[in-house]
């Protein structure tokens, strides 16, 4: 996909839109000239277009269903990197009005292929010789497959309890997975950044800020909702450190400056109760939150800080910052299970916010959960075994009449 296809234009200050830089080189560590004396506080940038020069009814005419997040290249930044054929995921309706977007159907079977089509393609536009990753997971395996398709080095640094599959994932694509300590992966990070000089896909700052073109990838899924089931009144989202819910809710707000819409949905955050940065910095009024984190299977979106992102997400779009139970994330797993869809626990966040607000208003349109990833990622799915049957048809009819199947 040629350089010149997007409209990319520079990168603008989250924490003062005023304050505007050029669109290269990416700023991996936040905006250099906002955030507290202090150093407590940091705030992200975002890519900004010359949204003049867009074509909607171009950009959203029907097309062939397939993977690639070059059909909406011209609002990304420059698609450097080769693709897997990320992005068309289906918009599956598990009941009337209530759909879930399942993510779980990328290439790395996460919605983080979005983001590191997008961080990958900055890194060969810098001429980096790899990626640097701290990664529970998802973002490592998804960095790790689009370096090796773009032919770069990866280094994950991980945490000591890194599920056997996904540790397997990761290898598979040559990576160099380092399982370290939770509170060393960051400080390591930024020394393989900067003695190394790979290229950092995750945060490098006190609250997060993250890349800059890594939530750019993550419109497309707002981009992808409205072709499938329009404008929804609302959206729910399983959130870590809120990039998905900014790119989410900044796909709609391009979808209204470009005329297809007259409003942006509400987007509601899905934390975990375990943690709930963000949650607690909507509370208090704050740009961002430190917290501190309890146990939770839900290791994907247990997060000890938050960042502006999320902030600007949930209030601006009039969404609620939602924090749920590991026994409501299980809920929501199993009834996604039971409509054919086998989602991570973290991934069933979405479904769970909704279902905690009780039954959902359609009055303003669909609802649509978010769902990010695969049962696969679980914690302990690779040590899963179903107990042997004797092969005699009373033993079989006494396990079909303890599962409820009966003549």
Known sequence: MPAEDSLATGQRSLGDPALDYPLWPPLTAGCPRTGTGTGDVSYPVEVDYAYDEADPAGLFAPAPVRGGLERWAPLLPPLLAPGLGEGATATVEIEPGVYVKDESRNPTWSHKDRLNRCTTSAAVGVGAPGLAVASSGNHGASA???????????????????????DAFLNAYGAVVLPVPWEDRWPLLRL????????PVSNLTPTHTGHAYGPEG????AYEIFQDVGLPSAVFVPTGYGELL????????ELRRLGLTDRVPRIHSCETAASGPLARAIAEGLPAAHVTVRPSDAYSITSPVSGYRGVLAVRE???RALTLS???LADAQRELARAGLWAELSSAAGLAGLRSLGEPDLSEGPVVCVSTSSGFKDLGVGTRRTEP???DWETVARRLRAAGITA
């Open 144 to 166: 790790a497959a689009y370096a090796a398709r773009a032919g770069l080095r990866c280094v994950v640094f991980t945490g000591p309890d890194l599920p056997p599959n996904v």
């Open 192 to 199: 393989a950044v900067d003695r190394l000089g790979l290229h």
């Open 218 to 221: 993550y419109k497309t899924v």
């Open 246 to 253: 900014f790119g989410v809710w900044k796909g709609f707000t």
């Open 317 to 319: 779009s009039g969404g």
């Open 326 to 328: 590991d026994g409501q």
């Open 389 to 391: 049957v004797a092969p």
